[in-house]
């Protein structure tokens, strides 16, 4: 699948993403500044956190419970489309994932 990163500066960095591959370790591999995914995955850091484009919202699903309290403590502004990108993993359905770096 393809995503599609746009950066604070209105920058964007697309990549092809394996399925399987979660969006922070794809943000990792692809040197997405602002992404650095601390935890490495493991809902305990939050510095994977991305805002998730309208229209994948409804696409991307919703957080967890884990997630949830996360995302309260999150460096950046939460938003209603904020996400920890390690929690959404890479599939067919999510081809064009448009995700959003929160400014630092
Ligand atoms: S990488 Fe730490 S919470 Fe996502």
């Keep these: 699948m393809k995503v599609t990163w746009i950066l604070p500066d209105g920058g964007e960095i697309s990549a092809d993403v394996a399925d399987g591959v979660n969006m922070m370790a794809a943000a990792v591999e692809h040197n997405i ?3 650095t995914g601390e935890c490495g995955g493991n809902l305990s850091c939050a510095t994977c956190h991305v805002y998730v ?3 994948w919202t409804g696409k991307t699903g919703s ?5 949830d309290a ?4 999150a460096e ?4 209603d489309c904020s996400r920890l990108s390690c929690q959404i993993v890479a ?6 994932l448009v995700l959003v770096v929160p400014a630092a």
């Design 76 to 79: 950046a502004e939460r938003k």
């Design 91 to 96: 599939n067919a359905a999510l081809d064009g």
């Design 70 to 73: 996360m995302l309260d403590v």
């Design 63 to 67: 957080p967890d419970d884990f997630e």
């Design 53 to 55: 484009a309208d229209d």
């Design 33 to 35: 500044p602002g992404i």
